[in-house]
């Protein structure tokens, strides 16, 4: 959906959109969907808004794998000028048409977290024996752990 972005910034008008974007990302293979509102604010056009999609990948440290649902949340100034200085909120727009699912999901791209667990304080897999710690307590001692450097001395 292509959203002409001269009413917003010449006449700080200010409208809702829904959108629903088939992303077909190894991690989002689904929809990408909900809303946002846009209004023209002095010189930028605010972008704030919701975006609702499933996500599938495994867990980095269990490899387990991880599928439930997320909300990003939206929040950008849109600016036809290089902004003074670095502020990511703030993103430069090429045209004053914007491509707005394309935007969106480079959004929720760009929001998901470098290192995706299954939970917060995951265990993770025994570098030694491979074992799921989150479901056994295998008792191998940790690499760096002062208890192999008598075995290198072996
Ligand atoms: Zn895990
Ligand atoms: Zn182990």
Not at 6 to 18: G, K, L, T
Not at 47 to 66: F, H, I, P
Not at 77 to 92: H, K, N, W
Request: net charge negative; glycine share 8%; aromatic share 6%.
């Amino acid at each position: 959906m292509n959203v002409d972005l001269r009413p917003y910034f010449d006449e700080s008008a200010s409208a809702s959109f829904d959108f629903d974007v088939d992303a077909g990302l190894d991690v989002i293979p689904g929809r990408v969907t909900g809303s946002c509102m846009l209004s023209g604010v002095s010189g930028s056009v605010e972008l704030t808004g919701q975006a609702r999609y499933r996500l599938e990948t495994v867990c980095a440290r269990c490899l387990r794998r991880v599928s439930r649902d997320e909300t990003a949340a939206l929040h950008r100034y849109l600016t036809r000028e290089e902004s003074g200085g670095y502020d990511e909120a703030y993103v430069q727009v090429e045209s004053d048409l914007l491509d707005l699912d394309a935007f969106i999901l480079e959004e929720v791209v760009l929001a998901l977290p470098a290192v995706i667990l299954c939970k917060p304080d995951c265990k993770g897999l025994c570098p030694v024996c491979g074992k799921d710690r989150n479901e056994t307590a295998c008792g191998c001692a940790a690499p760096g752990d002062p208890r192999w450097d008598a075995l290198d001395g072996i």
